[in-house]
């Protein structure tokens, strides 16, 4: 059974930095793309990163430039470390394979960004 845990977050101020943890257990991530999505109150899940199976990135334009999608293959671990965070950044996120979203959603872990 395929299971995605994610860890990491926290309550931060503007231009802090954090990373999150992805482990997943029953799959090998390195067979798979995988990206971090989040998904703030009220909004609907965005997809804000995603790691082909070539290393190749890709982010969106909310993120570019601040976060940074990685994988540890030796780990089973996708990351994302974020920097010079945000209010606007304040969410739930997760980690899934992009985009058919083959794997059920883990507990996500929550991000807030506050003064």
């Known amino acids: 059974q395929v299971q995605l845990v994610e860890s990491g977050g926290g309550l931060v101020q503007p231009g802090e930095s954090l990373r999150l943890s992805c482990v997943a257990s029953g799959i090998t991530l390195s067979a798979y793309a995988m990206g971090w999505y989040r998904q703030a109150p009220g909004k609907q899940r965005e997809l804000v990163a995603r790691i082909f199976i070539s290393g190749s990135t890709n982010y969106a334009d909310s993120v570019k430039g601040r976060f940074t999608i990685s994988r540890d293959n030796a780990k089973n671990t996708v990351y994302l470390q974020m920097n010079s965070l945000k209010p606007e950044d304040t969410a739930v996120y997760y980690c899934?394979?992009?985009?058919?979203?083959?794997?059920?959603w883990g507990q996500g872990t929550q991000v807030t960004v506050s003064s």
């Open positions: 899934n394979q992009p985009p058919q979203v083959l794997f059920k």
